[in-house]
């Protein structure tokens, strides 16, 4: 089963030529980035929970008194932005690979096309359709490969950031919730003191 797909691979690769190659490559590279990124966001619990990863940890370690509940707030926003931006490292290439993939299939298909054409311009009054017909096939063929790698990461590029948008809006959530939480209580004994006095 190995041996007929690798076969496969090199046969298409003979068809494509470098440019398949190149698709085969970003293919690759898309597929282990998102497979890294799925136990990345599995281990943070990204999409799942705040309350553990490092929003917990973040939220966690606030050290709010009654005057730096704003301080502590813009610190906290900063150390989530950080951590969300280092959890997205990679997400890039993937959105690099949507982009460049159907281009680099269209750029497969004219240099075909433009190879197809010469041959039949070289087979000159003798020139057989089936000639061109089987160079436009297989130029045609880099286009849909493009595709095939251009599309699944797309689709996991729209998938990740997804999740990441939604954990992000639930990590702002619970900041402001322990924020407040801890605003409210110090404004409580605030008052209660002043009322003491």
Do not use: Y
């Not at 090199?10 to 698709?23: F, K, N, R, S, Y």
């Not at 949507?98 to 311009?121: D, H, N, R």
């Not at 000159?124 to 286009?143: E, N």
């Amino acid at each position: 089963m190995i041996a007929r797909a690798i076969d496969r691979i090199v046969g298409l690769l003979e068809l494509g030529g470098p440019v398949v190659a190149i698709l085969i490559v970003l293919s690759v590279v898309a597929l282990a980035i998102a497979i890294w990124k799925a136990v990345v966001f599995m281990i943070e619990g990204i999409g799942r929970s705040v309350h553990n990863g490092f929003v917990e940890t973040i939220i966690d370690d606030l050290r709010v008194t009654p005057g730096n509940v704003d301080t502590a707030r813009a610190e906290a926003n900063a150390r989530l932005d950080a951590a969300f931006g280092e959890v997205s490292r990679g997400l890039r290439v993937l959105d690099l690979t949507a982009q460049l993939a159907p281009l680099l299939g269209l750029f497969g298909t004219v240099l075909g096309m433009i190879e197809a054409f010469q041959s039949l311009q070289d087979a000159g009054s003798t020139a057989d359709p089936s000639l061109l017909a089987g160079g436009i096939w297989v130029a045609l063929m880099t286009t849909a490969v493009g595709l095939c790698v251009a599309i699944p990461a797309s689709v996991l590029l729209a998938w990740f950031d997804g999740r990441l948008i939604s954990h992000r809006m639930a990590a702002n959530v619970a900041l402001e919730a322990r924020l407040g939480g801890k605003a409210i209580a110090q404004a409580a004994a605030d008052q209660m003191a002043h009322h003491a006095g």
